[in-house]
């Protein structure tokens, strides 16, 4: 896959086309909006991937990741969800809530590479996704993923999928258009996302790893897993890019 980044100085063709590469890669950091001069991979700066707030699982719910000091959340105890393991890359906050926008909501799609690579790196330190089948994105509706252009959560699996080696399945499928989880309230959002993903007869009898961007309430997520645990998955778990500190 061609590196927009890679120093090329000295190319006739790329010296020829710098000024189209000029308006389709951004100059600009996505988080800090600083001029990119110092590259940390998919549009945004060293100093901003440096300063990421990245979550220790060991201090996090096993069940969801929300930090709770590594103990099941009051939550997960009073309600265990069918996901049976969450890790998440980092807290919803600081410069990764303003990346996440723009991976998101703005655009960067290219920023799917460098964060799959840090969701294969906490994969292998956390081994969730040991003894896996396969990755399993879960899937927004058609008709935000028309607008946006591509699907956030699918472009996460591929890449970590294939820096892992291993297989990405799509098994959950959305039944209906809902209202987008942010756009409502906590006490809301269950409901709107209840029955919302059709699994795959495929996922019976396997051990799944779910991938999403950012879990909040964990509405979304434990919906997903339980779909693929009624369709016959023997284990969901999920590995997420960020968690919100405290349920919104
Ligand atoms: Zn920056
Ligand atoms: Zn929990």
């Avoid at 090329?8 to 988080?31: E, H, K, N, Q």
């Avoid at 990421?52 to 930090?67: F, G, I, K």
């Avoid at 909501?105 to 920023?111: H, R, S, T, V």
């Avoid at 040991?130 to 993923?145: E, I, K």
């Amino acid at each position: 896959m061609p590196n927009a980044e890679t120093s090329t100085a000295g190319s006739p063709a790329i010296a020829f086309f710098d000024p189209l590469l000029a308006l389709l890669v951004p100059s600009r950091c996505a988080v800090c909006e600083a001029p990119r001069v110092d590259l940390g991979g998919g549009g945004v700066c060293r100093a901003c991937w440096a300063s990421l707030p990245v979550l220790d699982a060991a201090s996090a719910c096993p069940r969801c990741a929300l930090p709770s000091g590594g103990c099941p959340c009051e939550g997960c105890r009073l309600a265990p969800p069918a996901v049976a393991r969450t890790v998440a890359f980092g807290l919803y906050a600081g410069g990764l809530r303003t990346l996440h926008h723009a991976f998101k909501f703005a655009g960067w799609d290219l920023l799917a590479a460098p964060l799959g690579a840090r969701l294969a790196a906490l994969a292998r330190a956390t081994a969730v996704t040991q003894g896996a089948d396969a990755l399993v994105p879960v899937p927004s509706t058609r008709r935000r993923n028309r607008e946006r252009g591509y699907d956030p959560a699918m472009l996460l699996a591929d890449e970590t999928a294939r820096l892992l080696r291993g297989p990405r399945r799509t098994l959950l499928s959305r039944t209906r258009e809902s209202p987008p989880q942010s756009s409502l309230p906590a006490p809301n959002r269950r409901a709107n996302i209840e029955g919302a993903f059709a699994a795959s007869p495929r996922a019976h009898g396997r051990v799944l790893v779910l991938v999403d961007d950012v879990v909040t309430t964990g509405a979304t997520l434990f919906e997903a897993a339980r779909a693929l645990r009624a369709a016959g998955a023997l284990e969901v778990r999920a590995l997420v890019l960020a968690r919100t500190p405290e349920p919104t």
